[in-house]
């Protein structure tokens, strides 16, 4: 007990939880030439770590994630020296996550920040990226959607959002997680008290199994899964293919037309969507 509060006393020194925070990064950002910064990494008396000022640039050099604090329990610190991230639960504070497309590109900074990790790229094929977590909770979050190709360059602004996901893991450039709740308040006044799925990502679909959905006025039950190669994500409308199908569906018009409004769905995109009952 004394050797761990001296230990916990040890990395509560500011130059000692700097250094740390370098060290747990260089491995990664070594291997995958990412820019992935931790300010401070420390050490809780109940055995949590705790990682401060943490700041994911993109390639351009902006923000692409950042967040305030990361608390969190490491399964295996033999993993983590050789760049394979196993935590236990996960709690994320004032999460920042910035999709962005800069002018002129047509891939966002997440697709480059994704494309590192490919199994296909030199770098990750004896080194692939590998997260994972028993449970993940972020408060207070912000999600921002830019393209700055488009008229209205803000696409998506996204506050206020709370999540809980289980099960969440990264494996190279795929994704998934059972997300449990998720709420957020967007920019157009859409509120939405929760959403739960199964979820998906890969370099060519996006998968929301069981998904359910509910803002103030509707509610929505069933599967949606968006195909695409992963270049047509920079033109969404006209060149990914969305399929829906849902069991129970209660949709509010204005709501829909906030919807409509903040993607441009229902003017080019490309749908094949099925509804068995409860349509409103």
Request: hydrophobic share 40%; no cysteine.
């Amino acid at each position: 007990m004394l050797l761990f509060i001296i230990l916990v006393l040890f990395l509560s020194i500011p130059a000692v939880q700097t250094y740390l925070g370098k060290y747990a990064t260089k491995r990664v950002n070594d291997d995958f030439k990412t820019n992935i910064n931790i300010g401070k990494i420390g050490l809780q008396f109940n055995g949590d770590i705790e990682l401060k000022e943490i700041l994911i640039r993109d390639y351009r050099k902006d923000t692409l994630i950042s967040a305030s604090e990361l608390n969190t329990s490491i399964l295996s610190f033999n993993n983590l020296v050789n760049g394979t991230l196993n935590f236990g639960d996960i709690d994320l504070e004032d999460l920042i996550f910035n999709v962005k497309t800069y002018k002129d590109e047509t891939k966002t900074n997440l697709d480059v920040f994704v494309a590192r990790f490919d199994i296909n790229n030199p770098r990750s094929e004896k080194n692939t990226f590998l997260l994972s977590s028993s449970d993940v909770s972020i408060y207070n979050g912000t999600f921002r959607f830019i393209d700055e190709n488009k008229e209205y360059p803000n696409v998506l602004l996204f506050d206020k959002l709370d999540v809980n996901a289980t099960n969440f893991l990264i494996n190279g450039s795929e994704v998934e997680a059972g997300i449990n709740t998720l709420s957020f308040l967007d920019k157009r006044g859409l509120v939405m008290q929760n959403m739960s799925t199964n979820f998906k990502y890969t370099l060519n679909t996006m998968v929301f199994d069981d998904l359910i959905i509910k803002t103030k006025k509707s509610a929505l039950k069933g599967d949606l899964t968006f195909n695409y190669n992963r270049e047509d994500l920079a033109d969404f409308v006209n060149k990914v293919n969305i399929e829906a199908r849902f069991t129970d569906a209660n949709v509010a018009l204005d709501e829909l037309n906030m919807f409509y409004d903040e993607f441009g769905v229902g003017q080019r995109a490309k749908f094949n969507t099925s509804i068995s009952r409860n349509v409103k």
